[in-house]
C-alpha cells in the first residue's frame, strides 16, 4: 500500500470521528491502568460493568490496596481471570504508593515493570492517559492491519513497528483508535462489513465479500 492510500484512509477515518477514544471508562490515568489491566481477554462492556460499582468506591491506589485481594475480586468476579488480575493490582498499587507517590508513570520502563502490565497496556496508557505517540496492538489491529495491507506483519511488534513508521505524523496520536473502531466494528475477524466500509475502495484485501447486506 502506498502512502497515499494511506493517508486517505486516515482522513476518512477522521472526518467521521474526529476525536476517537477508548470505550474504557475512566477518570484518571490510575482508573484506566486498572480498566486496561482487568480488559486482557475481556470486553470492554463487561469492564465497564465492573468498573461502574468498583471507582465509585476504590479509585486510588491506597484505596484499592485497602479493599485487599478479596475485597477486589468482589467487584471484579464478573471478568476472565479475576483472580490474578487482582493479585496484579493490588501489587500494583503497592509499587505506585512506594516508589511514584500514588501516581501513574509516565514511561514505558516504568510502566512494563508493573505487574500485570505487557508492551500493550504500557503503550495504551502512554497513547490514551498521556498523549504520546504509542501503538497498542491487540488483535483487532493486528487484523486490519494485515488484511488492508496498510501494515502487514507476522508478529504484533512487527506490526507496531511498522505503524509507527508508516502511518502518517498528523494522524500516529489517534491512529490506534481509529485502528481499533474499524476492527472492531466494520472489519470484523469472522465477517468483514465489507459493504459498509468507507474505505472499502482503498483496502487491499482480496477476499473482500461484498454480498453481505444483499
Request: aromatic residues 6%.
Amino acid at each position: 500500500m502506498n502512502k497515499e492510500k494511506r493517508k486517505e484512509i486516515f482522513s476518512r477515518w477522521r472526518k467521521i470521528n474526529p476525536k476517537p477514544e477508548t470505550e474504557l471508562e475512566y477518570r484518571s490515568p490510575f482508573e484506566l491502568l486498572v480498566a486496561v489491566v482487568l480488559s486482557a481477554q475481556s470486553t470492554d462492556v463487561g469492564v465497564n460493568k465492573a468498573t461502574r460499582k468498583l471507582f465509585p468506591v476504590a479509585n486510588t491506589p491506597e484505596a484499592i490496596d485497602a479493599l485487599g485481594e478479596e475485597g477486589l475480586k468482589k467487584y471484579i468476579k464478573t471478568i476472565g481471570l479475576f483472580n490474578s488480575k487482582a493479585k496484579h493490582i493490588i501489587q500494583t498499587c503497592q509499587i505506585l504508593m512506594d516508589q511514584y507517590d500514588s501516581q501513574v508513570p509516565e514511561n514505558r520502563r516504568d510502566l512494563e515493570a508493573l505487574p500485570g502490565v505487557g508492551r500493550k497496556t504500557a503503550n495504551v496508557i502512554l497513547n490514551t492517559a498521556f498523549r504520546q505517540p504509542t501503538m497498542a496492538v491487540d488483535t483487532h489491529i493486528f487484523r486490519v492491519s494485515n488484511r488492508t495491507k496498510i501494515a502487514p506483519g507476522k508478529t504484533v511488534l512487527e506490526v507496531e513497528k511498522r505503524l509507527m513508521r508508516l502511518v502518517p505524523k498528523e494522524f500516529i496520536l489517534d491512529a490506534h483508535h481509529w485502528l481499533i473502531l474499524h476492527g472492531r466494528y466494520t472489519c470484523k475477524a469472522r465477517k468483514p462489513l465489507c459493504k459498509e466500509c468507507v474505505i472499502l475502495d482503498l483496502c487491499e484485501y482480496k477476499e473482500k465479500d461484498l454480498s453481505i447486506g444483499e
